[in-house]
């Protein structure tokens, strides 16, 4: 992707941050919930399949490219419709403070 084409940046993700509430009884719930929305390129990587309790699953990676945005971490996730996209690393590209490079990995709901 051409970093300096904004017209790239054509889907609309949903930046997730995870939530722990305390239900009381000394545990908690989890959830995620929206940071913001913002735009972004999303380039399919690499895919494999790998057992997993048994069965085969798909594995899909992803690289997000996003404008720079400070905050953004592995502990986040994106989320596209009903695709989810967890974030396993966050690149500065070339240091500059302008476009952010996520390596994600989409998960099924």
């Known amino acids: 992707m051409n970093d300096r084409r904004t017209g790239a940046l054509r889907h609309r993700l949903s930046l997730q941050a995870l939530s722990r509430v305390s239900d009381g009884g000394g545990g908690f719930t989890e959830s ?42 592995p502990a986040m996730r994106f989320a596209h419709g009903l695709r989810v996209f967890e974030i396993l690393s966050v690149v500065d590209v070339e240091e500059r403070k302008t476009w952010l490079h996520c390596l994600c990995e989409e998960k099924a709901l």
């Open 32 to 73: 995620w919930e929206e940071v913001t929305q913002l735009w972004a390129a999303i380039r399919p990587v690499s895919g494999d399949e790998a057992p997993r309790a048994g069965r085969l699953e798909g594995r899909l990676s992803h690289v997000i490219t996003l404008r720079y945005r400070d905050g953004v971490s």
